[in-house]
Structure formats: C-alpha cells, structure tokens
C-alpha cells in the first residue's frame, strides 16, 4: 500500500460483487480517495480534512493541539516553514507539558460558517409589504419572482401573511418617523433658547406663558405671518429638548408640627368643652352640640400680588449633575413692587351651606373711585379700602355689617366664627359686632393657623392656585401676553384693581362651587374646628 495514499477497503481484500442477469460478477474498488493536503506541523502524518488533524493532534502530541490550532488551508506551507523547524526542534517532553507557546504561530482560527449562508437573503418587512402590494394589483408572481431572483412559493407565502406584514411595515414606517425628527421648528428653537438664556441671566422669572408668548414673537417674525399659530406642543418639545426643570427660590424653615402636638390637643379639648357646656337648650345636638356644620365659620385674611406666582421658573440645569436638587435658582423681583402684596383677601367659609362673599382689601382711601371702574369690578367681590390695604378694626367690623351680616342674619339663628388672635379680631368693637348677630368669636393656638384653622389649612391656598390658572387664561390672548411680558409701560392702579376683582371673583366662583364641598368638610375635620360633642368623629382629626 502506497504511504502516501489512504488505503480503501480494496487494499483491505474487500471485494464488491454485482449480479447482472444471473451471472456474479466480481468488482475490486478502486482507490477513489483524494490525495492528503493536511499535514502534522509535529510529524510526517498527512491527513484528508481538519478532523482528523484535531484528533491527531490531541492524540499523540497532548495540549499542543489547543495552541496550534492552524489553518492550513489558507496559508501555504512554505510561508510557515520557519514556525514548523522550530516546533521540530522543541523536545517531545516540552509538547506534551504544553510548554509551547502560542505566539510561535499566530494564525487566528476560521470563522463558522453555517451551510447556505453565501446564497440566503434577509427581506425586511416594508420590502414584503411593497411586493405583497404588487401582488395585489396584478401584477405576474413569475415577473416578480425573475425581477427580485424569489421563488414563487416565498412570493406565496407572503400572499398569505398579508395582515402582519402590513401591520410590521406600518410599524416600522412609524419607528423611522420617531428616529427623525421634524426640523420645522430647528430655527426657532434656537432663537427662543438664546431668549431664554438672557432672561435667566438677569434673573427674570419664567413659566410656560412667558416661553409660549416669546415663541409666538419670534415664529411670527420669522414666518412675516402676523396670525402664525404656535401650538402648545412646540413649547413642550422645546422644555424636553433643553431638559428645563421647575425650581423654587430657597425658603426658610419652618419649626415641626410635633411641637405643637400638647398645645392642639388642650385647645380640642376646650374646643369640645365649649360646645357641650349648655346641652340643655331647646336646639342642641347630641352629636353636634351648641353649634351644627352650617353654624360654624372660620375667616381669616391672605396677602395677595398682582404677581400670582414668582417663586418658580424654568432653569436650565448642568448635564453633569441634572437632578440637583441643591442647584441655586436666582429670580429678580420687578422694580415696580408687582410682586408684593397689592390687596388682602378677606376669606371667610364654613362647612356645608351657602357661603359669604369674598372681601377684597385695596390701599388707599376709596374717595376719587370713578363710577366706571366700580362697574367695571367683578359683581361677586365685595371690594375694601384701607390705607394699607390691612384689616384693622374699622375694616373689620365694617365687614361683619356688610358681608357676613347677609348669610346668618336671616339662615341661622346663632353661630360661631373662628378667628385668629389678630389684634382687629380680638378688639371689643369687632366682638360687639358679631355679638349683634347673635354670634359669638373662638380664637385659636396662636403661631399654629396652618394647623387649626381652616382657611389656613389649604383653603386660601386652591383659591390662589385658581387665582393663577385665571391669570394664565387671561394671559392666552396675544395682546395681554405682550403687555404683560414686553411692555415697558406698567399697569395703572384702576387697570390692576379691576384685573384682580376679576381673577379673585372667577377663581371663589370656581372654589364655592359644588365640585369642592367635600374639599370643604374635609379641611374643618382634619383641623379639629368641626369636632363633635359626642366624639364619634374623633378619628377624623
């Protein structure tokens, strides 16, 4: 048997017999193997296929197979003659402890290939979606089988997933649309940041309005459209863009409500005392005592600017640390003083029943007032002057007589009003006034109202938030946005005054509305000035 040939199972005596038309006929096999092209790197062996070099390998020369693992068949033999002399001349103890290093020969091994992969072709899902579309408008299977190189039964089958082709294309077609973005507004995004930057450089304050009105300015002097329209999501795509968050001017703390827990629950107690103390008159409640929910008041007075809200404005924050919650935010107060208190809110509710009107406070004497600006107040605000626009002791009995005198003269027989320890409430002539209605005054824990009172509970503080939202509204018509932002001339004293009789009236219309009367019960239960003589709503406080 020749060395250089593999034997066959005819070089073994192995003999192939054939009967043709009854006759056996004897056929030794040819040799049909093919020459060896691998050989050992190691020894003298040569071999058919990388197989049974692998075993060769790790069969009579040990580890050395893991770190020439060669491929032979893509590098000539005379190119690795030196790396082979030099593994010959390495001693066969040396082999065996793998003591051969890899980078003698630093070939990298082939890359798997999986059988048909030179001739398979990927089809997205909006090509199908084009050829299913053909399909359906006529034209040959055949024709298009030949133009794209598809079988006709692939062509078939996409025939039959017409549905969820369709649906991944539409997908896709979506996603594409999501990865590019529209450029119509590039220009004025760019425009509208440098506008912001300065304003946030002088310390201006801006909110969503302030931003919406710069846009429409610049979109219309950019477009020469005087009436060019700019909707509210171009603002919201630009806020996301430049990751511009809401920040509060530092505030002083304020001492823990825990301190206040011994002196809440002596004022309870005297509180439930004073509403069980004659339960023998004809009209007393078991469980509500002297006084039931629609008896009982609470009033007390907020400040109030013409400026609503100017401790909060967009920022834009450093990319380093974005969620920084100690980052400084420096807002600039308007020199005409817009932001401090321009009136005083007189709030006064109850629980459950028809309110009284809100009392608003101006400064000044009241005496020069034209005919024209008193009807042009809201009808449901009852308007005051003082000449500091406070509640001293003139205005407040003057405000017994004239705005709560209507709802409990003729309703109720008896109630009582829940005051603050302010100076003007606690005078004799302010509790002679409520007496002549047949009322009588409970004052709270001084330096705890947010706590007891009910209007200083969270009530005032809806009524300003709906104050604002008016404000907002009103600031949606173009020519008040520019006057508010861009006008260098101010607001007269008859132009704020009727702007917030306006705002304050809608904002208590909204508040007093049926939509907030349980808002209303829950403010006098959680504070403990709708308490029951009996106790049964005890758990509620």
């Known amino acids: 048997m020749c060395a250089n040939r593999q034997p066959t199972l005819g070089s073994f005596g192995f003999i192939k017999r054939v009967r043709h038309r009854g006759v056996w006929n004897e056929i030794i096999l040819p040799d049909i193997s093919e020459q060896p092209k691998l050989e050992c790197p190691h020894c003298d062996n040569k071999f058919k296929n990388q197989q049974g070099l692998t075993v060769h390998l790790k069969c009579k020369h040990g580890n050395i197979s893991e770190s020439t693992n060669v491929e032979i068949n893509n590098v000539p033999l005379t190119s690795s003659i030196a790396e082979i002399e030099h593994v010959s001349n390495v001693d066969s103890e040396e082999l065996q402890l793998g003591v051969f290093e890899a980078q003698d020969i630093s070939i990298e091994p082939p890359a798997k290939r999986s059988r048909g992969q030179d001739s398979r072709r990927q089809y997205n899902s909006v090509f199908k979606a084009k050829i299913v579309s053909n399909l359906e408008a006529g034209v040959s299977p055949k024709v298009l089988a030949q133009k794209h190189a598809i079988s006709k039964s692939m062509l078939s089958m996409w025939r039959l997933n017409k549905g969820k082709i369709m649906l991944a294309a539409s997908n896709d077609h979506k996603k594409l649309l999501k990865i590019r973005p529209s450029t119509k507004y590039a220009e004025l995004y760019r425009d509208l940041r440098k506008v912001f930057l300065e304003a946030r450089s002088k310390g201006h304050r ?10 429409r300015i610049l979109y219309r002097q950019k477009t020469n459209d005087p009436n060019a329209i700019v ?4 603002i919201v795509n630009f806020i996301k863009r430049n990751d511009l968050r809401l920040r509060s001017r530092q505030r002083n703390r304020k001492l823990s409500k825990e301190n206040f827990r011994l002196p809440m629950q002596q004022w309870h107690a005297t509180t439930r005392e004073r509403l069980i103390r004659t339960g023998c008159a004809d009209s007393y409640n078991s469980k509500w005592g002297r006084y039931a929910p629609e008896q009982r008041f609470n009033v007390d007075q907020s400040p109030c600017p013409f400026v609503i809200n100017t401790k909060k404005t967009y920022e834009m924050l450093e990319k380093k640390n974005p969620n920084n919650r100690e980052h400084k935010v420096w807002i600039s107060q308007p020199g005409s003083g817009l932001d401090k208190r321009q009136c005083t809110l007189q709030i006064c509710f109850r629980p459950t029943g028809k309110q ?43 405000w017994v007589k004239r705005t709560l005198s209507p709802i409990v003269q003729h309703s109720i027989d008896r109630f009582v009003l829940f005051c603050d320890n302010l100076s003007a409430q606690i005078s004799d002539e302010f509790k002679k006034s409520v007496s002549d209605l047949n009322g009588v005054c409970w004052y709270g824990l001084p330096n705890a109202t947010d706590i007891w009172q009910p209007v200083d509970a969270g009530y005032a503080e809806l009524l300003k938030v709906f104050l604002n939202q008016k404000h907002h509204e009103w600031l949606d018509c173009d020519g008040n946005a520019t ?40 403010i006098w239960q959680k504070t403990g000035c709708l308490m029951t003589a009996d106790g049964t709503e005890d758990h509620l406080v």
């Open 231 to 234: 909707r509210k999501h171009v």
């Open 356 to 398: 009284p009107r809100v009392a608003i406070i101006f400064n000044g004497k009241g005496k020069r007032i034209s005919e024209d600006e008193k009807n042009a107040w809201h009808p449901d605000v009852d308007v005051y002057f003082q000449e500091n626009a406070w509640a001293d002791t003139a205005f407040s009995v003057e």
């Open 483 to 522: 006057k508010w932002y861009e006008s260098t001339q101010s607001f007269s004293r008859k132009e704020r005054r009727i702007l917030l009789t306006h705002w304050v009236g809608e904002a208590y219309k909204k508040l007093i509305s049926s939509q907030y009367d349980s808002f209303r019960l829950r």
């Open 206 to 215: 801006v909110d969503f309005n302030w931003i919406w009105s710069k846009a």
